[in-house]
């Protein structure tokens, strides 16, 4: 699976909209890029994943770039509910093409959403 | 919202003693995971189950590990022989498909935390 690249932490105001990017150089060209994030002392929460469009849900944005190499995940109106550690993950695949679900966590980025 | 509940929240166990971690996945979910996450440390994958047998797993998932579904609604994490270093954070998840496909995204249980001492 590929690599990613987080920032270790990152402050955002309540009411504003937090950016998270990730670096994903080396994806491959079928490899999707996920984001989970993980509010301490839980397991871990899916959040949005995409291929190459922007995709968007009801908890936040995932902006790609044209030659996917790097993304920006987008909390429009973050909460204090929304301070976790949050996972960019490229893949699972493995040689067949498809995967059950090896999903590679890295550290993270820890956002910090203050009053 | 369906979720995925584990059972106990918190277990000590001795070294050396067997320990099973039980977990109640989403119940139209077909694909079941096993990670866990010692304190400070990543999530780490350890199996992944399809099917009634292991699909994938990891180093970690040594011998010392098993994993089955007794009927149809639990799945467990066996460890036969618990050793200080399996302290950790278990986390159970369920799948509707396989996670490389679109709309088939990992959900989390809460965790069991696992105390060996």
């Known amino acids: 699976d590929a690599k990613t690249t987080q920032p270790p932490s990152m402050d955002c105001a309540e009411g504003r909209a937090a950016n998270l990017p990730c670096n994903h150089s080396?994806?491959?060209?079928?490899?999707?890029v996920y984001w989970y994030r993980q509010i301490h002392s839980q397991g871990p929460q899916y959040i949005i994943h995409?291929?190459?469009n922007n995709e968007t849900n009801e908890m936040a944005s995932l902006i790609i770039t044209e030659d996917r190499k790097s993304s920006t995940l987008i909390l429009p109106h973050a909460t204090l509910r929304d301070t976790a550690v949050y996972y960019c993950?490229?893949?699972?695949?493995?040689?067949?093409?498809?995967?059950?679900?090896?999903?590679?966590f890295g550290q993270g980025t820890i956002l910090t959403v203050h009053p | 919202e369906p979720e995925v509940t584990q059972t106990p929240s918190h277990q000590v166990t001795q070294m050396g003693q067997e320990v099973i971690l039980r977990c109640v996945p989403i119940?139209?979910?077909?694909?079941f995971y096993w990670y866990r996450q010692i304190l400070g440390q990543k999530v780490e994958f350890l199996v992944s189950?399809?099917?009634?047998?292991?699909?994938?797993k990891s180093e970690i998932f040594d011998d010392q590990f098993s994993v089955e579904r007794p009927d149809g609604s639990n799945f467990t994490l066996k460890i036969r022989s618990t050793k200080l270093e399996d302290s950790a954070m278990y986390f159970c998840?369920?799948?509707?498909?396989?996670?490389?496909?679109?709309?088939?995204?990992?959900?989390f249980g809460n965790g069991t935390r696992l105390t060996v001492t």
């Open positions: 998840a369920s799948s509707v498909g396989p996670h490389s496909s679109y709309n088939s995204p990992l959900h």
């Open positions: 080396t994806i491959s060209g079928n490899e999707y």
């Open positions: 995409g291929l190459k």
């Open positions: 993950i490229v893949g699972p695949l493995n040689a067949g093409g498809t995967s059950y679900g090896k999903l590679t």
């Open positions: 119940s139209n979910h077909l694909y």
């Open positions: 189950f399809y099917n009634n047998e292991i699909s994938e």
